[in-house]
């Protein structure tokens, strides 16, 4: 099943309490028309990951992640052979001549299967994640390339397996490393950025219930003008919804100077960030 | 359909922003899929197969308004007449000529301000259009940008009283706290800015429809982020390389790493064996031995005087960045005498505090505030020479101006000798080295290399391409 349009994806998010905006709905329809990967890249915390969690959650399908750190193979990433059980099997038998046992222990009985396998080989559609692709190695980046043009991997032992369905792939950067030219150009392209004030007062009435309008209206645009600040860390889209739990928490009906210089420590994760924010917006600007 | 989006590409190519053959196909093959009259969706879909690099997302705002300007206008007719937007075509709607009402200025600013108010999107960009019709005085064919149109636009609209105006009617209660009055004022801020965006693209769409798009195309192009020229940088553009310093910073701490990263790494027979005894001999658990990662010591060495304001400001950030990636590097200043000022970037430290500390507390002027380099390599090489080892890589960043004075080169050759490479980043044009008070081949000769870096792709070229002789293996480790 596709969608029909993009506001019919925005809709779907939006009834799993994800509000995307124009732009991240315009993308995600036109990966599942298609059947393209979706490059998604953007500061901590705007949601990247839970894009591709949510689509699996209103597409039905079964969400496979991958989470990419430096170091990460090819045995962990797309299959290994089981070789302490292949040894075993080996020891245990003295009957068989080695082209059989070979032959034997060269099945899927002995392969451990990884999610980049098990995307490929999963019966029913499914809802690749390959969480911050940048910390992988380049060399890792290659084998991702060769398995997301054209979904299928060749296991020299078992022969080509071929993707029975086209899964809707994820890729979520923080760009900390610039990816390979190759690897973007398979890709569509998503920067999703921190939200305006009006999509940002829609998903804190989205997750946080029993939030007051007027409360959430001012944390919105409180988050936009921190946001405008140098900082070491900005305030991620989680950080305002932990902030308005905060305000819920304790009764607060309005944010002023006090209660703002009694809860920044939960909006900002840096003390040299929590003086420059209290000092900056206690004064008005220009 | 087709040859818009072609025009579209080439625009892209012209202002930088790399669009390879498979993009381009990509490109049209989803612009079938989608509905060409939502001008949003047309240019998300285009964003998303074409640009691949937020950097270059500004180059393709820019085109995409030159290029798709008509399109909201014709929502109801076929699409294929996004082709026919040429010069000499039609400037606004057909009625405003004779019949057309007196105009009214009160009228358009209190429509304006209703729509500013309430967020009215269709009624900003009806009053904008309406604005231009009537103040900005376009005359087609005159060779003025948009920006002249723009600015006559919004004096004669009176921005500043549009504020007041705006921020009367936003204004709850009248004692507002500091805190309250500044969250009004950005509102505010960003209310008026969408009417001044509103405006500026109805200028636009009519200078493409006088003069045609490539024209404007033109007028309107810009460098790269990676393409704009550090020394001469403004701070917006300044700003908007920062964000790709951090990228880069941990590709240049890899490269320097040189960690030469097999698939997997060599089997280790005798550990593998040893293993073994625990399964009766059965080697269940291999074991490998992988090649250790080199730890690299970068030291920096800064020009930050003040020929070299802006650049410097760059370099500090790269070095900044670099903190991260690297435990052992060290940071040295220099303007006639040099300073270190590692400790000002400490982990956790925000970068504007260390400049401020860095010009304030640093010792690097001795003299005059003149660059003097061979002053600085002298005092660098007898006070910190003898802490360098074979693993030491000095980088060297200036333009090597010295004032005229006397190049004391011989600093250098000795550093050259303690480090294991020492690599110089000028920000100048190679054709300016050596004029004037350039010393330049005095010191390049005492180079493992010298490098051009007047822009950010120049220094990505450089990281990129960046190999060093091996530092002198310890022990066999
Ligand atoms: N559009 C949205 N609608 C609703 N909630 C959102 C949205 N975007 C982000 N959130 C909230 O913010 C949280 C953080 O988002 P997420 O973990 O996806 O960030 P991320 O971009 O993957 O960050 P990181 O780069 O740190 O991995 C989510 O768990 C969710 O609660
Ligand atoms: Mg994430």
């Given at each position: 099943?596709?969608?029909?349009?993009?506001?019919?994806?925005?809709?779907?998010?939006?009834?799993a309490?994800?509000?995307?905006?124009?732009?991240?709905?315009q993308?995600?329809?036109?990966?599942?028309?298609?059947?393209?990967?979706?490059?998604?890249?953007?500061?901590?915390?705007?949601?990247?990951?839970?894009?591709?969690?949510?689509?699996?959650?209103?597409?039905?399908?079964d969400?496979?992640?991958?989470?990419?750190?430096?170091?990460?193979?090819?045995?962990?990433?797309?299959?290994?052979w089981?070789?302490?059980?292949?040894?075993?099997?080996?020891?245990?038998?003295?009957?068989?001549?080695?082209?059989?046992?070979?032959?034997?222990?060269f099945?899927?009985?002995?392969?451990?299967?990884?999610?980049?396998?098990?995307?490929?080989?999963s019966?029913?559609?499914?809802v690749?994640?390959?969480?911050?692709?940048?910390?992988?190695?380049?060399?890792?980046?290659?084998?991702?390339?060769?398995?997301?043009?054209?979904?299928?991997?060749?296991?020299?032992?078992?022969?080509?397996m071929?993707?029975?369905?086209?899964p809707?792939?994820?890729?979520?950067?923080?760009?900390?490393?610039?990816?390979?030219?190759?690897?973007k150009?398979?890709?569509?392209?998503?920067h999703?950025?921190?939200?305006?004030?009006?999509?940002?007062?829609?998903?804190?009435?989205?997750?946080?219930?029993?939030?007051?309008e007027?409360l959430?209206?001012q944390?919105?645009?409180?988050?936009?003008?921190?946001?405008?600040?140098?900082?070491?860390?900005?305030?991620?889209?989680?950080?305002?919804?932990?902030?308005?739990?905060?305000?819920?928490?304790?009764?607060?009906?309005?944010?002023?100077e006090?209660?703002?210089?009694d809860?920044?420590?939960?909006?900002?994760?840096?003390?040299?960030?929590?003086?420059?924010?209290?000092?900056?917006?206690?004064?008005?600007?220009? | 359909?087709?040859?818009?989006?072609?025009?579209?590409?080439?625009?892209?190519?012209?202002?930088?922003v790399?669009?390879?053959?498979?993009?381009?196909?990509?490109?049209?093959?989803?612009?079938?899929?989608?509905?060409?009259?939502?001008?949003?969706?047309?240019?998300?879909?285009?964003?998303?197969?074409?640009?691949?690099?937020?950097?270059?997302e500004?180059?393709?705002?820019?085109?995409?308004?030159?290029?798709?300007?008509?399109?909201?206008?014709?929502?109801?007719?076929?699409?294929?007449?996004?082709?026919?937007?040429?010069?000499g075509?039609e400037?606004?709607?057909?009625?405003?000529?004779?019949?057309?009402?007196?105009?009214?200025?009160?009228?358009l600013?209190?429509?304006?301000?209703?729509?500013?108010?309430?967020?009215?999107?269709e009624?900003?960009?009806?009053?904008?259009?309406?604005?231009?019709?009537?103040?900005?005085?376009?005359?087609?064919?005159?060779?003025?940008?948009g920006?002249?149109?723009?600015?006559?636009?919004?004096?004669?609209?009176?921005?500043?009283?549009?504020?007041?105006?705006?921020?009367?009617?936003?204004?709850?209660?009248?004692?507002?706290?500091?805190?309250?009055?500044?969250?009004?004022?950005?509102?505010?801020?960003?209310?008026?800015?969408?009417?001044?965006?509103?405006?500026?693209?109805?200028?636009?769409?009519?200078?493409?429809?006088?003069?045609?798009?490539?024209?404007?195309?033109?007028?309107?192009?810009?460098?790269?982020?990676?393409?704009?020229?550090?020394m001469?940088?403004?701070?917006?553009?300044?700003?908007?390389m920062?964000?790709?310093?951090?990228?880069?910073t941990?590709?240049?701490?890899?490269?320097?790493?040189?960690?030469?990263?097999?698939?997997?790494?060599?089997?280790?027979?005798?550990?593998?064996?040893?293993?073994?005894?625990?399964?009766?001999?059965?080697?269940?658990?291999?074991?490998?031995?992988?090649?250790?990662?080199?730890?690299p010591e970068?030291?920096?060495?800064?020009?930050?005087?003040?020929?070299?304001?802006?650049?410097?400001?760059?370099?500090?950030q790269?070095?900044h960045?670099m903190?991260?990636?690297?435990?052992?590097?060290?940071?040295?200043?220099?303007?006639?005498?040099?300073?270190?000022?590692t400790?000002?970037?400490?982990?956790?430290?925000?970068?504007?505090?260390?400049?401020?500390?860095?010009?304030t507390?640093?010792?690097?002027?001795?003299?005059?505030?003149?660059?003097d380099?061979?002053?600085?390599?002298?005092?660098?090489y007898?006070?910190?020479?003898?802490?360098?080892?074979s693993?030491t890589?000095?980088?060297?960043?200036?333009?090597?101006?010295?004032?005229?004075?006397?190049?004391?080169?011989?600093?250098?050759s000795?550093?050259?000798?303690?480090?294991?490479a020492?690599?110089?980043?000028?920000?100048?044009?190679?054709?300016?080295?050596?004029?004037g008070?350039?010393?330049?081949?005095?010191?390049a000769?005492?180079?493992?290399?010298?490098?051009?870096?007047?822009?950010?792709?120049?220094?990505?070229?450089?990281?990129?391409?960046?190999?060093?002789?091996?530092?002198?293996?310890?022990?066999?480790?």
């Open positions: 099943m596709h969608f029909d349009s993009p506001e019919a994806v925005s809709a779907a998010l939006k009834s309490q994800y509000l995307p905006d124009a732009r991240i709905s993308v995600v329809f036109l990966a599942d028309r298609l059947s393209k990967p979706v490059l998604v890249e953007g500061p901590a915390g705007v949601g990247k990951t839970e894009l591709a969690k949510t689509m699996a959650i209103v597409t039905g399908r969400l496979i992640r991958l989470q990419c750190y430096e170091g990460l193979d090819e045995a962990k990433a797309l299959y290994e089981n070789y302490k059980k292949q040894l075993l099997r080996i020891q245990s038998d003295v009957d068989h001549d080695w082209d059989t046992i070979s032959h034997d222990i099945s899927e009985e002995f392969l451990l299967t990884r999610p980049l396998l098990a995307a490929i080989r019966p029913d559609p499914v690749l994640l390959i969480d911050e692709v940048d910390r992988v190695e380049i060399e890792t980046e290659a084998l991702l390339l060769e398995i997301l043009s054209d979904f299928q991997v060749s296991i020299p032992e078992l022969g080509t071929v993707a029975a369905t086209q809707l792939v994820f890729l979520t950067s923080n760009n900390t490393r610039e990816l390979s030219e190759a690897l150009r398979r890709c569509l392209f998503l999703i950025d921190y939200p305006d004030p009006e999509r940002e007062e829609e998903i804190l009435a989205a997750r946080v219930p029993g939030l007051a007027h959430a209206s944390v919105a645009k409180v988050a936009r003008s921190i946001r405008g600040l140098d900082l070491k860390k900005a305030p991620s889209i989680s950080e305002t919804i932990d902030w308005a739990r905060t305000l819920l928490a304790l009764s607060i009906e309005q944010v002023d006090e209660v703002l210089g809860t920044l420590h939960v909006l900002l994760k840096y003390q040299t960030d929590i003086e420059k924010a209290a000092k900056e917006l206690t004064s008005s600007g220009r | 359909m087709l040859p818009v989006i072609t025009g579209f590409v080439d625009e892209l190519r012209r202002s930088g790399p669009v390879s053959m498979v993009e381009a196909i990509d490109a049209m093959k989803a612009v079938e899929a989608i509905d060409l009259s939502e001008r949003v969706a047309l240019r998300e879909t285009l964003r998303a197969t074409l640009v691949k690099n937020l950097r270059h500004r180059a393709f705002d820019t085109a995409f308004d030159v290029y798709f300007s008509t399109v909201p206008a014709l929502a109801e007719e076929d699409a294929d007449s996004l082709d026919q937007a040429q010069p075509g400037v606004s709607d057909p009625e405003s000529g004779a019949q057309a009402p007196a105009f009214d200025l009160e009228a600013v209190d429509s304006l301000l209703e729509a500013l108010e309430g967020l009215d999107a009624a900003l960009r009806r009053g904008a259009r309406d604005a231009v019709d009537n103040l900005a005085g376009m005359e087609p064919g005159r060779p003025v940008g920006t002249y149109y723009l600015y006559r636009t919004l004096r004669r609209l009176d921005m500043d009283d549009l504020e007041e105006q705006l921020t009367e009617a936003l204004l709850a209660d009248n004692d507002l706290t500091e805190f309250e009055r500044r969250l009004l004022e950005e509102e505010i801020e960003t209310r008026l800015e969408m009417l001044r965006r509103e405006i500026e693209e109805e200028i636009r769409r009519r200078l493409v429809a006088d003069r045609g798009r490539d024209a404007v195309a033109r007028t309107l192009r810009r460098p790269l982020a990676e393409d704009v020229d550090l001469h940088a403004t701070r917006a553009e300044l700003a908007e920062e964000a790709a310093i951090g990228p880069l941990r590709k240049l701490a890899a490269r320097l790493a040189r960690r030469r990263k097999r698939r997997t790494g060599r089997l280790d027979f005798r550990r593998t064996v040893r293993r073994s005894l625990a399964t009766g001999g059965v080697p269940v658990d291999p074991q490998f031995r992988y090649p250790r990662p080199h730890r970068v030291w920096l060495l800064c020009d930050i005087s003040g020929s070299m304001a802006t650049f410097s400001r760059f370099t500090l790269f070095t960045a903190s991260t990636h690297f435990s052992r590097l060290r940071t040295f200043a220099f303007v006639d005498t040099v300073d270190e000022v400790e000002f970037f400490g982990p956790g430290v925000d970068f504007g505090s260390a400049v401020d500390r860095i010009t507390e640093a010792e690097v002027v001795w003299l005059d505030g003149h660059s380099y061979g002053n600085s390599l002298e005092t660098f007898s006070r910190y020479g003898r802490q360098m080892t693993r890589t000095v980088i060297i960043t200036g333009d090597a101006r010295n004032n005229y004075r006397p190049a004391r080169d011989s600093a250098l000795e550093v050259a000798r303690a480090a294991r020492v690599i110089w980043l000028n920000p100048e044009p190679h054709a300016y080295w050596d004029t008070d350039s010393a330049m081949s005095h010191y000769r005492h180079c493992t290399s010298v490098h051009e870096v007047r822009t950010l792709r120049q220094l990505e070229e450089f990281v990129e391409n960046l190999t060093l002789p091996s530092a002198r293996p310890l022990q066999n480790a």
